[in-house]
């Protein structure tokens, strides 16, 4: 696994670098909270990190099965709740499926995706929603 390092770059702006690789994602604090809203915020990045995992899990499975899932995309909205603090309440994910699949490849690869680890690791009271949309 490789290391992440995280710096607060100026007001209300930090930068993810992924070492050694390079990689970096910029990240910005809501204009709610004082930051541009420009980049990527924290919450935005804890729905896409759970969409990715939970579309792995479903490309493990698609490889095993020789089912060619390239193409799904998922709509994420992450919703905040202040009750009893200000936190992440619900995550909905609308899975979006190029192509059809039969009934038993769709409860497979429907499964796989709940069992994502990040899924697993988000606390209990954080509501997750997904739906799978295939073509007709």
């Known amino acids: 696994?490789?290391?992440?390092?995280?710096?607060?770059d100026s007001i209300q702006h930090a930068t993810a670098l992924q070492e050694p690789q390079g990689?970096?994602?910029?990240?910005?604090?809501?204009?709610?909270t004082g930051g541009k809203?420009?980049?990527f915020s924290p919450m935005n990045l804890v729905g896409s990190g759970?969409?990715?995992?939970?579309?792995?899990?479903?490309?493990?499975v698609a490889l095993q099965n020789k089912l060619d899932i390239s193409g799904v995309g998922v709509d994420?909205?992450?919703l905040v709740?202040?009750?009893?603090?200000?936190?992440?309440?619900?995550?909905?994910?609308?899975?979006?499926?190029?192509?059809?699949?039969?009934?038993?490849?769709?409860?497979?690869?429907?499964?796989a995706a709940g069992m994502c680890p990040i899924r697993s690791s988000l606390h209990p009271d954080i509501?997750?929603?997904?739906?799978?949309?295939y073509p007709e």
């Open 23 to 32: 990689k970096a994602v910029a990240m910005d604090a809501c204009p709610a």
């Open 76 to 78: 994420v909205k992450a």
């Open 127 to 133: 509501i997750i929603s997904t739906h799978f949309n």
């Open 81 to 111: 709740t202040d009750r009893p603090v200000i936190r992440i309440g619900k995550i909905d994910l609308t899975f979006n499926l190029p192509r059809n699949f039969s009934p038993g490849d769709r409860i497979k690869l429907e499964e």
């Open 50 to 60: 759970l969409a990715g995992c939970m579309l792995f899990s479903m490309g493990m």
């Open 37 to 39: 809203g420009e980049e």
């Open 1 to 8: 696994m490789s290391a992440l390092r995280i710096s607060y």
